[in-house]
């Protein structure tokens, strides 16, 4: 069982950038498709992005294409995300999570079968 710690979460305004980063307990993470999510107060769990180990496959969602962007790290077994020109919208609960997924269940989080504790990003002025 892989176990998944998010970090890099915290304050920052309106236009700004954060780095998070997920961190697995061991190389079995190069087994699965790493996801992003979000979820805002009062607000069901929302899809970011993923990125499929191995081949490196990309999936973003719509309302952050073009600000943020997903990355692994072989040597860490880390995946990262690099969050740049955060709104308020953008406030949420961020987990990472690993499963094994195809195109058409990437943006499912009933796909993943192993979730971090989530960190907390705080877009305000």
């Known amino acids: 069982q892989v176990q998944l710690v998010e970090s890099g979460g915290g304050l920052v305004q309106p236009g700004g950038s954060l780095r998070l980063s997920c961190a697995a307990s061991d190389s079995t993470i190069r087994d699965y498709t790493v996801g992003w999510f979000r979820q805002a107060p009062g607000e069901e769990r929302e899809f970011v992005t993923a990125?499929?180990?191995?081949?490196?496959?990309?999936y973003t969602a719509d309302s952050v294409k073009g600000r943020f962007a997903v990355s692994r790290d072989y040597a860490k077994n880390t995946v990262y995300l690099q969050m740049n020109r955060l709104t308020p919208e953008d406030t949420a609960v961020y987990y990472c999570?690993?499963?094994?997924?195809?195109?058409?269940?990437?943006?499912?989080?009933?796909?993943?079968?192993?979730w971090g504790q989530g960190t907390q990003v705080t877009v305000s002025s």
């Open positions: 999570a690993a499963g094994r997924t195809i195109a058409s269940t990437v943006r499912s989080s009933r796909a993943y079968y192993y």
């Open positions: 990125i499929r180990w191995s081949g490196g496959n990309i």
